[in-house]
């Protein structure tokens, strides 16, 4: 039997068991896909990280749900880089490319001491399909009622390295009665079948947010619900550009405030920029240690 040893960072947060829980493995290359998937799904969170060789990037990172293997995780991305980073296996580096199934995305850290490292990194440029199912099905399957959902921004699936369905929302309220049934999403999500859930609105808890959401998982990914979302706030950073803010400002800054509901609340920054096709998108957050512990594969 092979033992692999996990790393437990919460990112989005400075403080333990807040923010959005993932699994960093530092010795992804001695690994095969498959033990990769069964360390993932043994550990359970939304997201396990495995560093590996890339001759196209300063190295490559992989991300697996317990269930299957995804293209970009921002918050796992930020576990990685924060554990790499203080276990001094980037000294003098403030910036690297990681090449992911997304893409090549560049990494900044920004260091004002010894933990207290903000990291940064670039998504891909955020596309936007339309939503053709039913609002009434959608709102049922989150616990809502169609009235909930906003009536005049679009329902749309929106991308900065993975698919989920932006859902604008009228009232922070109505959080509170979220109840997932991720089930029923594929049936209802006709266009992208395997893709995530994300509902949000511009009411928030704390005066420093922009936006607030929720994130509910994909049932073909082993999980219920994402904590805080990294790659999910980077789109929903391009949605607001695009389809809600009335300045149409070259460079815009937001805060994204998540996990409140479930007792693990988490920030995120996102940058749009206006670029001359579409928008760069940038998201900024930190992490904190919270454990180790060894997974035994049968295999």
Same mark, same amino acid.
């Given at each position: 039997?092979?033992?692999?040893?996990?790393?437990?960072?919460?990112?989005?947060?400075?403080?333990?068991?807040?923010?959005?829980?993932?699994?960093?493995?530092? *010795?992804?290359?001695?690994?095969?896909?498959?033990?990769?998937?069964?360390?993932?799904?043994?550990?359970?969170?939304?997201?396990?990280?495995?560093?590996?060789?890339?001759?196209?990037?300063?190295?490559?990172?992989?991300?697996?749900?317990?269930?299957?293997?995804? *293209?970009?995780?921002?918050?796992?991305?930020?576990?990685?880089?924060?554990?790499?980073?203080?276990?001094?296996?980037?000294?003098?580096?403030?910036?690297?490319?990681?090449?992911?199934?997304?893409? =090549?995305?560049?990494?900044?850290?920004?260091?004002?001491?010894?933990?207290?490292?903000?990291?940064?990194?670039?998504?891909?440029?955020?596309?936007?399909?339309?939503?053709?199912? !039913?609002?009434?099905?959608?709102? %049922?399957?989150?616990?809502?009622?169609?009235?909930?959902?906003?009536?005049?921004?679009?329902?749309?699936?929106?991308?900065?390295?993975?698919?989920?369905?932006?859902?604008? =929302?009228?009232?922070? @309220?109505?959080?509170?009665?979220?109840?997932?049934?991720?089930?029923?999403?594929?049936?209802?999500?006709?266009?992208?079948?395997? !893709?995530?859930?994300?509902?949000?609105?511009?009411?928030?808890?704390?005066?420093?947010?922009?936006?607030?959401?929720?994130?509910?998982?994909?049932?073909?990914?082993?999980?219920?619900?994402?904590?805080?979302?990294?790659?999910?706030?980077?789109?929903?950073?391009?949605? %607001?550009?695009? %389809?809600?803010?009335?300045?149409?400002?070259?460079?815009?800054?937001?805060?994204? @405030?998540?996990?409140?509901? =479930?007792?693990?609340?988490?920030?995120?920054?996102?940058?749009?920029?206006? *670029?001359?096709?579409?928008?760069?998108?940038?998201?900024?957050? *930190?992490?904190?240690?919270?454990?180790?512990?060894?997974?035994?594969?049968?295999?």
């Amino acid at each position: 039997m092979t033992s692999v040893k996990v790393y437990h960072y919460d990112a989005f947060s400075k403080e333990p068991n807040k923010g959005n829980p993932a699994g960093v493995v530092l *010795n992804g290359d001695e690994l095969t896909d498959k033990q990769m998937q069964e360390v993932a799904f043994k550990v359970g969170f939304n997201e396990t990280a495995f560093p590996v060789k890339s001759e196209k990037a300063d190295m490559g990172i992989r991300f697996f749900t317990p269930g299957h293997e995804m *293209n970009l995780c921002g918050h796992a991305t930020m576990a990685m880089v924060y554990a790499l980073k203080t276990k001094g296996m980037l000294v003098g580096k403030t910036e690297l490319t990681i090449e992911t199934r997304a893409g =090549i995305l560049p990494v900044k850290l920004h260091s004002a001491a010894e933990k207290e490292i903000t990291i940064t990194m670039n998504q891909a440029a955020p596309k936007f399909e339309a939503f053709h199912g !039913s609002k009434k099905d959608l709102a %049922y399957s989150i616990g809502l009622e169609e009235v909930d959902i906003h009536a005049n921004l679009p329902i749309l699936y929106g991308s900065t390295g993975t698919w989920t369905l932006l859902i604008p =929302i009228n009232s922070l @309220e109505a959080f509170h009665r979220m109840n997932p049934n991720n089930k029923d999403f594929p049936a209802i999500l006709k266009e992208m079948p395997k !893709s995530s859930v994300h509902p949000f609105c511009i009411e928030t808890y704390d005066k420093e947010a922009d936006m607030h959401a929720r994130h509910f998982s994909s049932p073909y990914s082993g999980t219920v619900e994402d904590a805080v979302t990294g790659t999910a706030s980077g789109v929903m950073g391009a949605y %607001y550009a695009e %389809y809600i803010s009335e300045d149409k400002k070259d460079v815009r800054k937001f805060v994204v @405030e998540q996990g409140n509901e =479930i007792g693990k609340d988490g920030r995120v920054g996102v940058q749009v920029s206006k *670029n001359d096709k579409s928008y760069d998108v940038q998201v900024t957050g *930190n992490a904190v240690f919270v454990q180790d512990f060894d997974v035994v594969l049968e295999n």
